[in-house]
């Protein structure tokens, strides 16, 4: 099974930038789709962005404009910029692969991303 590992998460400043990493310990050519989904304390985890193996994107209205995937097949890792960050979107960010259709398989360990305000 491919492990997924994210990185890149931190503190940052509202209205700020960040870019978080998903690297995979295979080629990401065996997910059909690969995503980012983040989890606020006390809410229900929710789809974020997607990138299918063609390179078709999806976001959530809330990112729209704001955020961006994208992947590098050669180096098997499937990024997400952070622009413009709300000071309410602090969560946990996961990276997760999708090996038919668009339901995660794969889920990695999470990355933090707190916002000041």
Do not use: H
């Amino acid at each position: 099974q491919v492990q997924l590992v994210e990185s890149g998460g931190g503190l940052v400043q509202a209205g700020g930038s960040l870019r978080l990493s998903c690297a995979a310990s295979g080629s990401i050519f065996s997910f059909n789709a690969m995503g980012w989904y983040r989890q606020a304390p006390g809410k229900q985890r929710e789809l974020v962005a997607s990138i299918t193996s063609g390179g078709r994107t999806n976001y959530a209205d809330s990112v729209k404009g704001r955020f961006t995937i994208s992947r590098d097949n050669a180096k098997n890792t499937v990024y997400l910029q952070m622009n413009s960050l709300k000071p309410d979107a602090p969560a946990v960010y996961y990276c997760t692969g999708a090996l038919t259709g668009w339901r995660p398989d794969s889920w990695g360990q999470g990355t933090q991303v707190p916002v000041s305000s």
